[in-house]
């Protein structure tokens, strides 16, 4: 299964500024993948995140979804404003309610789902709204992973979380793409919580896609694409450290692969030192 | 005169809620200074923003703006023309349909000209970068743009003290500096500023830290010494600068790094 875009625009009219939100953008997706779509904030991540959901028409261009064996399901982002339900469970039953499913399957899938996002089982009767901010991220994946997706999408998911609940909500996607082998797309204007969980990175700058490539790759032409945008600190350092002089590798392939030539050159560092 | 901002013993609890408010916090500012709140969510930040601003009145103990209470009903509107408060969600103060009213709402009770409020108004429109869509409807606005939108809105109401509830939360790198510089103006200006956020590194330039854990004061001090003591930081659920979290995760602990200059330094130089 693919989601394939091809120069997709969409214009916004608002107020005096007419905005062009996307231009001309061509992509293909393929299930499996962990993307990242990255960029600042209003350079079109969420509408484009819309239109690949199938919620917003493309002023111009055309989507198509080859091979479709599942939904394509956008993470609401801002859970606490679209919450109904007045239990966590009925929320989360909300969708498959209404795919007709039989309710041993529903209730299956409810289960299943808030299993996997880790909500600890004495919240499944509680209402939503009472729920702490990170609580109700959990909530609004497992509605999402609840509509089995075949690529799940998910909008600035660590607004408003604070680091251990950044780490917890990593953690989780990373356990959720392996076991429920499902297509992710991230937005977000984070480097680094991207870099830890994509593999290949989409940089969207003033509604134009300026990269398609992976994040050792990206770090080294960021500078001369888009100067205003961070990249991972870990390749920034041994970017910095490479020029420097130090003997590492600058664009390794994978975060932990970024962490071993670190931990490398702290050991022949300690070792040069003793010596 | 009446000190400038008390909090004194102020506590708090939800109405038959197990939810933790605050618990018997203590803290006085001078007027220009930068007092960085820091904790982990749920930590009672969000409640103690609103405590300080007479939002919320506390259950036990003062909150007092040069000497008025926010205990009383009939200071309160003192208080009001004294802090203003930047909320972390910005659709939760906005109450006009568009961009230019929105701006305008808290100025026209002012007992200003009309001329004066278009002067007050275009020029924060500027300074935030909004003028263009001053017709614009404040929810069509992105992300960052409501952020803006929101910082404005305090803004021309010129307060003596500013409170704001991370407000970098959905900022990029550009747009998270364009406001750590114009909230420095606001110390140039003589105004106050109390930030609440979960990140060290936002604050690393604040006069003062308060640290908050389960509704109480657990630490207070200057930002720099909590980056020696990076274990219980993170206890506290307090996100350290990125180059020291790498620090600590490679074992250096000679001396504290903040940023990447002093990491490459400790690493090969």
């Known amino acids: ?275 | 005169m009446a000190r400038f901002f008390v909090l004194e013993e102020v506590s708090y609890c939800y109405p038959g809620s197990a939810k933790t408010g605050v618990c018997q916090v203590n803290l006085e500012l001078e007027p220009g200074t930068f007092l960085a709140v820091l904790g982990a969510n749920g930590s009672g930040k969000s409640t103690l923003a609103r405590l300080c601003c007479g939002l919320l009145k506390p259950t036990a103990g003062r909150v007092l703006v040069e000497g008025y209470s926010t205990a009383n009903d009939e200071e309160l509107r003192y208080i009001y023309q004294r802090v203003g408060i930047v909320f972390q969600h910005p659709e939760d103060q906005f109450v006009a349909s568009t961009v230019e009213r929105e701006v305008a709402f808290g100025v026209e009770n002012q007992n200003l000209s009309s001329r004066a409020i278009r002067q007050v108004v275009d020029a924060e429109l500027a300074r935030f970068g909004l003028t263009a869509l001053k017709t614009a409807h404040p929810h069509s606005l992105s992300g960052g743009e409501k952020r803006f939108l929101s910082l404005a809105d305090v803004w021309a109401l010129q307060p003596k003290l500013i409170l704001v509830d991370e407000p970098l939360a959905m900022l990029d790198p550009g747009a998270r500096e364009r406001i750590a510089r114009l909230l420095k103006e606001l110390k140039t200006n003589g105004q106050s500023m109390i930030w609440f956020t979960h990140n060290l590194a936002e604050v690393m330039a604040a006069d003062q830290v308060l640290v908050i854990a389960a509704g109480r004061v657990v630490w207070r001090g200057q930002p720099a010494a909590l980056l020696a003591m990076a274990g219980q930081v993170r206890a506290w659920g307090i996100s350290l600068p990125p180059a020291t979290q790498v620090a600590s995760a490679l074992g250096i602990d000679r001396s504290p790094v903040v940023n990447v200059d002093e990491l490459v330094a400790a690493l090969w130089k």
């Open chain 1, 1 to 275: 299964m693919e989601i394939k875009l091809e120069e997709i625009s969409v214009v916004y009219a608002r107020g005096e500024a007419p905005l062009k939100a996307l231009n001309k953008v061509s992509l293909t997706i393929r299930a499996g993948e962990a993307v990242a779509l990255f960029g600042p904030v209003g350079s079109g991540k969420s509408t484009l995140l819309q239109v690949m959901a199938g919620l917003l028409k493309p002023t111009a261009g055309r989507l198509s979804v080859c091979g479709q064996d599942g939904p394509v399901v956008l993470a609401i982002q801002e859970p606490q404003r679209g919450f109904f339900a007045a239990t966590v469970r009925e929320e989360v039953a909300f969708g498959p309610e209404n795919l007709d499913l039989d309710p041993a399957e529903i209730e299956a899938r409810g289960t299943g789902a808030l299993t996997a996002v880790g909500l600890a089982r004495e919240k499944w009767e509680a209402p939503p709204q009472r729920l702490s901010g990170g609580e109700q991220r959990r909530v609004a994946l497992a509605a999402a992973l609840a509509m089995k997706p075949r690529f799940l999408l998910l909008d600035e998911p660590t607004t408003g979380l604070d680091g251990p609940g950044e780490e917890a909500l990593r953690q989780t996607l990373q356990r959720i793409k392996t076991e429920w082998a499902l297509g992710l797309l991230v937005a977000s204007h984070d480097p680094d919580f991207l870099y830890m969980l994509t593999d290949r990175v989409l940089v969207l700058v003033g509604g134009e896609l300026r990269a398609d490539t992976t994040w050792g790759a990206w770090a080294q032409e960021a500078a001369a694409v888009a100067p205003d945008l961070q990249i991972p600190f870990l390749l920034g350092l041994l970017r910095r450290l490479a020029e420097a002089g130090a003997p590492v590798q600058a664009a390794p392939a994978t975060p932990a692969a970024a962490w071993e030539e670190l931990f490398r050159l702290r050991r022949e560092r300690e070792k040069g030192g003793a010596g």
